[in-house]
């Protein structure tokens, strides 16, 4: 991988990450297009971690106040109520679904998933999920109300998202709406649910940059750097665009996925 790949896929994933279109099949997807080598699971993880640090940034008084008071809770049973305290539990119990389902199904996830045909598919298939939870969310639920088997379910949506194609938020944010949250709160535990996932896949992967003629570790730490620098600059109008509406972006999501099939199929893009 040249500095210009990097460079293109560091902006791809600092725009599509925070979007229900799906950054690490853009990022196999963008790759086909330019008839470039595919980048590879591993650099699709380290560099996620770039956008990851850059909603640390953004929501660190928010990650600060529910860390602190998570902590303070364990020892102090009168704070065991309160949201922040409770949002640390659920962001724990979130993360698990992923984690297992990660460690259990590694090499189909970096290997068979990267295939063409299944991500088009799931582009595909998952806009019609996208369009249930619009027709069904009752939105009538703010983020206090929020429960444990609420973040258990909500994490088990976006361990779907290690299939490329599906999108960490757009399974997160349905599965909320589904669940009767507002956009909003929904949004919110969607982000702040990535973090813990994305950050440790990113460092269990780092190990595997470069290996087997993949990208190096200079091409991903520039793809990383511009994914954070991007993605930073972009987050505060992203939120604003998802939690507006995720049905305006099953139109592309479909195109996108007929247009990977159809050139796959083709013998155009591999």
Not at 103 to 113: H, P, R, T
Not at 196 to 211: D, T
Not at 216 to 244: D, E, K
Request: net charge positive; hydrophobic share 55%.
């Amino acid at each position: 991988m040249d500095a210009l790949q990097a460079i293109v896929l560091g902006i791809v994933q600092g725009l599509t990450e925070f979007l229900p279109i799906s950054s690490s099949g853009h990022l196999r997807i963008v790759p086909a297009f330019f008839g470039w080598e595919d980048p590879g699971a591993a650099f699709t993880a380290v560099v996620q971690v770039g956008t990851m640090l850059a909603v640390l940034v953004y929501f660190r008084a928010d990650l600060w106040r529910i860390a602190t008071t998570w902590l303070r809770s364990l020892r102090e049973p009168a704070l065991r109520s309160e949201l922040d305290a409770r949002m640390g539990w659920y962001i724990i119990l979130g993360t698990i679904p992923i984690s297992v389902v990660g460690l259990a199904f590694s090499n189909q996830i970096e290997d068979g998933a990267r295939n063409l045909y299944l991500i088009g598919g799931a582009l595909i298939v998952f806009s019609f999920v996208m369009l249930y939870s619009e027709r069904v969310g009752q939105r009538e639920r703010s983020l206090e109300s929020l429960t444990r088997r609420d973040g258990i379910l909500i994490g088990c949506a976006q361990a779907l998202a290690l299939v490329p194609g599906v999108s960490r938020s757009g399974a997160t944010i349905s599965a909320g709406l589904i669940l009767g949250l507002e956009r909003t709160a929904a949004a919110r535990y969607s982000f702040l649910l990535s973090i813990p996932a994305v950050v440790l896949s990113g460092l269990f992967e780092l190990r595997k940059i470069g290996e087997g003629g993949g990208a190096s570790f200079g091409s991903t730490a520039l793809a990383a750097l511009l994914a954070f620098v991007v993605g930073y600059a972009s987050i505060a109008f992203l939120l604003r665009l998802v939690n507006h509406t995720i049905s305006v972006f099953v139109g592309y999501r479909l195109a996108i996925g007929v247009a990977v099939l159809a050139l796959a199929g083709a013998g155009v893009i591999s």
